[in-house]
Structures are given as C-alpha cells and as structure tokens.
C-alpha cells in the first residue's frame, strides 16, 4: 500500500517532466520545418536533452525508494513473525509448567485451522486463524497464576478477572498486522451466539465467524482435557455437549464442522456413526 502511494505521488513529477520533454521537442521540429536558425535549433536539443536527463535521474530515484520500500516491508513481516515467534514460545512455556493446559494453544490452534478448512477458508486465511489460535489465550500471561491453579469451581471475583484475558490477549497481538482482521477472533472468542458471552456481548452473526470458529475450537480441547476442576470427557461426549449447546451458545455450522474433521461424524446429527470417536 506504502508502494502505490509513494508511485502515485511520483507520477506527478514525472508526468509534467515528460509532457514538457515532448513540448520541446515539437517545438524544435517546428523550429526546424520553419527555417529557423540552426543555433536556435541546437538550443532546442539542449533543452530536449536536459529534459531526458532529468526524466532519467527521477525514474531513478523513484526505482531506488521503490526498492527501499519494498525492503522496509520484507523487515516490518521478518519483525511480526519474529513477535509472533517470542510470544508462542512464551505461551508454550508457561503452559508447558501446567499439566492442565500443556500443548491447549496449540491444539486450538490446529483445531481451528481443520475446521476453517472444511467450512471453505482458503489456505492463507485457516493458516492465519491457526496463528490466532495458537496466540488466542496470550493474555492469560496476565492474570494471576493462583486463579487459573483453582481446583474448585473459580469464584465471581476470580472469573471477572479471567473475563479480561481476551481483551488483553488482543491487545498485545495489535502489532502483529499479519493477522488483519483476525485480531478480532482473538478478542471474541468467549462470545456466544446467544449474546451471553464477553467482552462485549457480541450475538448471532455479529461475532465475527473466525471468532465463532475459536471458540468451539477451543471449549471442545477445554472439555476433552483434565482441568483441576473436573477430569476430561470423551471426544464423542465433547462433540454431543456442543450440539446440547448450540446454537444458543455455539454456531451450529462450526460444530458441524468440527464433528466431520475431528470425529469422522457427518455434517448432520444424524449421520453420526455407530462407531464412537471417543479418545
């Protein structure tokens, strides 16, 4: 975008130049059709060539900021993959020191690739969104350890502070531009279709799809993982509590999708196999 800006802006220098170049040069043939000196005529040329020196120097010049901003581009990407990097190995790390939550960003994340896959992402969108869904629990890095430890059901005061996590989690991944839109899954993922959910209440298609598709993504790792509150539940047992759950909580169409690439059921309740997917 900086690329076309800076191009446009130089198409007003050179746009006159070139006009002019090609005035002189009129005026020079004309000079000569008429019989005019040749001295005069020379200056002409002069002039004609001063003109494509200067043509010259400005298509440089531009050829040369073209290329600078084309390099300062390639940096600002090598610096967000480099962010992005840090902060993956931060949340893999911390979560590495809990076995509750060891390896969730990451599963999340791929989850919610599979998922955008099958729903007709193309490849550089459901791999943006995996991106998202690896990083989509950073802001967690905020809240107090002893919180997220709790073995009992967490208190009021405990959840209102969690409740923060995902504006916090958007926040630090505003640098990271790659991501666009996406940022806003991230912020999102604890809407529910019904309107109950945070930060902002978001309902039905106002919480955007990516955001839809992270959070089945993610309840569905939550509820097939041991927590300190409660031990895990089979995969067919996950899959049945998100359709209980939908579309009050959960969009029907993620959950669908999650049930044909994560379980081998159909796209429909009733196309589920007799084989249970349990885990």
């Given at each position: ?11 007003h ?38 003109c494509?020196?200067?043509v ?12 600078q ?10 610096a967000?993959?480099?962010y ?5 190995r ?46 989509h ?10 919180i ?26 505003k640098?990271?531009?790659s991501?666009?839109?996406l ?52 995969r ?44």
């Amino acid at each position: 975008m900086r690329r076309i800006e800076f191009l446009s802006e130089a198409c007003h220098v050179v746009r006159p130049v070139g006009l002019c170049m090609v005035a002189v040069s009129v005026v020079a043939c004309a000079m000569a059709a008429r019989g005019w000196h040749a001295g005069t005529i020379m200056l002409g040329g002069i002039l004609l060539g001063i003109c494509g020196i200067v043509v010259y120097q400005v298509h440089s010049a531009v050829g040369k900021l073209r290329d600078q901003s084309a390099a300062v581009e390639v940096a600002s990407d090598e610096a967000q993959r480099h962010y992005a990097d840090v902060l993956g190995r931060i949340v893999r790390f911390v979560e590495s020191r809990d076995r509750f939550i060891e390896g969730h960003s990451e599963r999340v994340g791929a989850i919610s690739e599979k998922i955008a896959l099958k729903m007709g992402f193309d490849a550089d969108r459901a791999a943006r969104l995996k991106l998202a869904g690896e990083l989509h629990d950073v802001g967690l890095l905020a809240i107090p350890a002893q919180i997220l430890a709790e073995k009992s059901r967490i208190s009021v005061e405990g959840f209102r502070c969690i409740r923060q996590h995902s504006t916090i989690g958007y926040e630090v991944l505003k640098p990271l531009g790659s991501l666009g839109d996406l940022l806003s899954a991230v912020k999102h993922h604890h809407e529910r279709m019904n309107g109950t959910g945070y930060p902002d209440g978001l309902a039905g298609e106002n919480i955007p799809i990516e955001a839809r598709i992270l959070a089945v993504a993610d309840t569905y790792d939550a509820m097939t993982h041991d927590r300190p509150h409660r031990p895990a539940v089979s995969r067919a047992a996950a899959m049945a509590e998100l359709r209980r759950c939908s579309p009050a909580g959960y969009d029907p169409l993620c959950v669908d999708a999650l049930a044909s690439v994560e379980c081998g059921f159909g796209m429909a309740p009733e196309e589920k196999p007799e084989v249970s997917c349990a885990g």
